[in-house]
T-cell receptor, first 113, second 114 residues
Framework: DAKTTQPPSMDCAEGRAANLPCNHS???????VYWYRQIHSQGPQYIIH???NNETNEMASLIITEDRKSSTLILPHATLRDTAVYYC??????????????FGQGTTLQVKP | ETGVTQSPTHLIKTRGQQVTLRCSSQ?????VSWYQQALGQGPQFIFQ???????GRGNFPPRFSGLQFPNYSSELNVNALELDDSALYLC?????????????FGPGTRLTVT
């Protein structure tokens, strides 16, 4: 699976949009971009995933560049409860692939009042 | 519907001892994966069990072993504990073994080896 690069930390004001970048310049055609987050002392939580089109769900939006070498996770109105470590993971998708997740260091997002 | 549960929450062991950690998968899930998370690091994949068989293993020595039971719950066993085994151990369950299925994580077991 391709390697990802994320900034180690970011701050965001409560109520504002949080934009978390991820670089995955070696991504291949059959690899998806996944985002998980881990709130302190809890297990990781799935947020969203996508291949090449932008995706949105009740938690967040995922914007993937046209060349697929980078992406941005957007939390539209960050709250204090969104303070967590956010992991960007590139993962092959298909029935023949094992489900293991390869986590990097992630980005620690601190939402401030 | 209950989520993934793990026991115990915390555990302290001495170097050289053996430990067993337990995981109950989410209802309907037949696959369990185990991860080790050292302080300040992302989780590292240990192995995955699908229908009671090991299905993929990360870069962990044989003293890390596991079991999955007919009800799909699972155990992680670590023999000859070392200080570096101190970590948060996470269990995740999913509907199937492949990446088609999302993984749902439990809260973890914090293991301290002294």
């Amino acid at each position: 699976d391709a390697k990802t690069t994320q900034p180690p930390s970011m701050d965001c004001a409560e109520g504002r949009a949080a934009n978390l970048p991820c670089n995955h310049s070696t991504i291949s055609g059959n690899e998806y971009v996944y985002w998980y987050r881990q709130i302190h002392s809890q297990g990781p939580q799935y947020i969203i995933h996508g291949l090449k089109n932008n995706e949105t769900n009740e938690m967040a939006s995922l914007i993937i560049t046209e060349d697929r070498k980078s992406s941005t996770l957007i939390l539209p109105h960050a709250t204090l409860r969104d303070t967590a470590v956010y992991y960007c993971i590139v993962r092959s998708y298909g029935s023949s692939n094992t489900g293991k997740l390869i986590f990097g260091q992630g980005t620690t997002l601190q939402v401030k009042p | 519907e209950t989520g993934v549960t793990q026991s115990p929450t915390h555990l302290i062991k001495t170097r050289g001892q053996q430990v067993t950690l337990r995981c109950s998968s989410q209802s309907g899930h037949n696959t369990v994966s185990w991860y080790q998370q050292a302080l300040g690091q992302g989780p590292q994949f240990i192995f995955q069990y699908y229908r009671e068989e090991e299905n993929g293993r990360g870069n962990f020595p044989p003293r890390f072993s596991g079991l999955q039971f007919p009800n799909y719950s699972s155990e992680l066993n670590v023999n000859a504990l070392e200080l570096d085994d101190s970590a948060l151990y996470l269990c995740a369950s999913s509907l199937g073994q492949s990446s088609l299925y999302e993984q749902y994580f439990g809260p973890g077991t914090r293991l301290t080896v002294t």
